[in-house]
């Protein structure tokens, strides 16, 4: 099933939820999160989706419809590095000859990014206050539906409730100087984070399953110019393997997100650790970025400049 937070009308009501039959969202009643309905192997979700398909509580056509982000407000946000084509070219910012580290194969790396900083697919993107080298970073995340400690990777996917698109966004300039002093990221990705446009459920996946992931294609693109594409089965560690790692010693709870990391080609620190600087110009308001990946969806956003103050 493919599910949904929109925003309800009135405008000061509360965001509802539906599950996509279609072009069509077929309304859960008033009061349901889709956080609500985890916290087990996916019966209490798909259970409510059916009931919405049998009798909604309203059906509004998907076309014009305000959506949110699917989990608005997860307890914690993971991202991983789990593309190698994306660290190769990354890493060679920092020189031409710099090359992987051993250290990222032994495990998938990941830090702790901002939740209260989650935006919905419709939100515009404002530039991070005193930064001029602004990036996007092409993702896919795995929302937790199952909570769990020391999850053995044998187990670890039936803790997933679904898939949706993540976009990092990231000033690069605040990240590289703050990460001389060997912490971060930290200013350098904390002020937005989209999510969206649609919780799919693996079962809608389950036909392109191949290797760690799915052979379906990522594209990222800047003013309709596509300036990369992957596909998402070519990370280096699973959605298993992360799971593994990041409950290891401590737990992961219903509405936790678990980005997999920037795809091959899905940001632009890539292109410029490649090209040089100069291959591609960094965001600026005004710009749009649309980030894609087969079966879940698309998600255009607008950057704008930071609110004044």
């Known amino acids: 099933m493919r599910f949904v937070t ?10 509802r939820v539906g599950v996509l039959d279609g072009d069509r969202i077929h309304a859960l009643p008033p009061g349901t999160t889709l956080r609500g309905l985890l916290g087990d192997d996916g019966e209490r979700l798909h259970a409510a ?7 909604p509580h309203e059906v509004v056509a998907l076309a014009g419809t305000r959506l949110r982000a699917p989990i608005p407000d997860p307890p914690t946000v993971r991202d991983f590095m789990t593309f190698e084509q994306h660290v190769e070219g990354a890493i060679k910012l920092a020189g031409p000859d ?3 580290p051993e250290r990222w194969y032994a495990a998938p790396a990941f830090y702790f990014t ?3 900083a989650v935006l919905g697919p419709h939100d515009d993107v404002p530039v ?8 996007l970073e092409l993702e896919v995340a795995a929302v937790i539906g199952l909570g769990g400690r020391d999850v053995s990777g044998a187990d670890a996917e039936r803790h997933i ?5 993540l976009n990092d966004w990231s000033a690069r300039d605040l ?18 984070l989209t999510l969206g446009p649609m919780l799919v459920t693996p079962d809608e996946l389950a036909p392109y399953r191949s290797g760690t992931a799915f052979d379906l294609e990522m594209t990222a693109a800047i003013n309709d110019e596509v300036i990369g594409t992957d596909r998402w089965n070519s990370m280096h560690f699973s959605y298993a393997d992360m799971i593994e790692y990041a409950s290891r010693g401590t737990e992961i709870r219903p509405g936790d997100i678990l980005g997999s990391g920037t795809s091959g080609g ?4 890539e292109l410029w650790g490649r090209k040089g600087l100069d291959a591609h110009p960094p965001l600026r308001p005004g710009d749009t970025v649309t980030i894609s990946v087969e079966q879940l969806g698309s998600v255009t956003s607008r950057i704008v400049e930071y609110p004044a103050r």
């Not at 990240?175 to 937005?192: H, I, N, Y």
């Open 6 to 15: 929109y925003a309800a009308e009135p405008a000061d009501a509360t965001d």
């Open 49 to 55: 989706g059916e009931q919405a398909l049998r009798d």
């Open 98 to 100: 710099v090359g992987v």
């Open 114 to 116: 901002n939740p209260y």
């Open 128 to 135: 991070p206050p005193g930064s001029t080298l602004f990036d």
């Open 161 to 165: 409730a679904g898939y949706c698109l």
């Open 175 to 192: 990240q590289f100087a703050e990460m001389e002093v060997r912490l971060g990221p930290a200013k350098g990705k904390d002020t937005s």
């Open 266 to 269: 899905g940001c632009l620190a």
